[in-house]
């Protein structure tokens, strides 16, 4: 086992490495990492099938609760969590489908319109859209649609879109952490661990909803004196209306109309026993439908890079469950903090907030899945709690650095595409007080509600 253990070590640390230094595409990285851990690992080092095939997990395909669920099951967090491979997937086709009709455009103008164009308005409006859109569509999407809209009204209102760039990308982390299907590590750590949306709207979606008040209220006074100058300068201008982003009514009306839908199921899932595998198929079986002609573009657009991503990222954390390194991990942040609850507590959210702004959050949450279980079992503290830190460590964490999370990077070129740079300096600037701020609230509810 020990040389199994070694092996396993090797082969995510280097992943870790590579993914972080970006010279190869990550997917391809997880996938080469992934062979290595059954080739070497599994095969020559522990001449395990059976630790294959519970890492491959495929027969969870064939199981009644990996569709439907009564009770407190959940899956099992070993291995490839393919209820999060094919929710993800469904998300993506009914987001590439919203994106065609054109939904988000309509949306962000409209709000616009609403406030009368204003700077200040939309900065404030924007920071809220991006944080309820993102708690039920991937961030990088709603970075996208946002980042867009944003620029192409800086142009016509003569302000700098980079203040607002910048807190849209905060706050479609923050927005994320709030659901189970915001952010990829909720996802992960909801199907792993059998917690529902509503667990996490009434934990992590409250700490989310205090903390968006403060940020909010931070980049306001942050950035309301350029705008506010941008409006006093600002000559006349035809506005572009809402109605124009619409491509075909139809269109429109399917793609809000499965929208709502996907955002009842998933609210009602605890309810209904469907699984966010089940969800996600039928979201893609509606889109697909409605889509008609343009179904094979849509499929076309799927991201594959990030479904692979995934499928090796579990087989490697799967790896180091295996052979207990995971369990080691567990033992040893005991041995340091004692039955210290806090202490514990707080290097959960602390240690993920500060990896995350360093390295992507999704690999590192779906290690500490099982580190978190069994520090749970060994110590007591009851698994919410520690799901809930894991949680908002990894989904804010992320907000800190350009790097942290894939919207951030999505957002900073969006904006460099038009001419305005924004560098490490000027994003940590405003970005690493609001992530504190954030951490501190998440920390302060955590321990007051929970310990």
Known sequence: MLVAQVFSVMIFVVMFLVIISEKVERHIVTLLSAALMLIVVFGLCMHSFTAINEVLNLGSFAKLNFWYQSGQAHEESSGINWATIVFIMGMMVMVEGMGESGFFRWLCLGIAKLVKYRATSILITFMIMSLVLAMFIDSITVILFLAAVTLELAKLLK???????????????LGGSATMCG?????IIGTSLGYSFFDFIM??????????????????????KPLKESEKSRGKAVYPQPSEAIKSKGEFLAST??????????????????????????????????????????????????????????VVVGGLEQTKILELLADLIVSICGDNKFLI??????????????????????TMIPVISSLSATTGIDLGTLSW??????????????????????????AAQEGHFIGWG??????????FIVL????????????
């Open 203 to 224: 934990n992590t979606g409250f700490i989310a909803l205090v903390s968006a008040i403060f940020v909010i209220v931070y980049y306001y006074i942050c950035f309301r």
């Open 345 to 366: 507590v707080g290097i959960i959210i602390w240690a993920s907030g500060i990896a995350s702004a360093l390295v992507d959050n999704i690999p590192f949450a779906a």
């Open 440 to 451: 501190v609230i998440s920390t302060a509810i955590i321990y007051v509600r929970y310990l």
């Open 389 to 414: 830190s894991l949680a908002m460590g990894t989904d804010v964490g992320g907000s800190a650095t350009p790097i942290g999370a894939s919207a951030n990077v999505v957002g900073i070129s969006a």
């Open 426 to 435: 000027k994003y940590c600037k405003y970005a690493i007080p609001a992530t």
């Open 159 to 173: 302000f700098n879109p980079v203040p607002l760039i910048m807190a849209e990308i905060f706050c479609a982390n």
């Open 257 to 314: 109309f499965i929208f709502l839908a996907a955002v009842v199921l998933l609210v009602t899932h605890a309810q209904t026993g469907l699984t966010v595998a089940a969800i996600g198929v039928i979201v893609t079986i509606a889109t697909l439908i409605f889509a008609g002609k343009k179904s094979i573009m849509l499929i076309k657009k799927i991201d594959y890079k990030t479904l692979l991503f995934f499928i090796g990222l579990f």
């Open 183 to 187: 952010d990829p590590p909720n996802i």
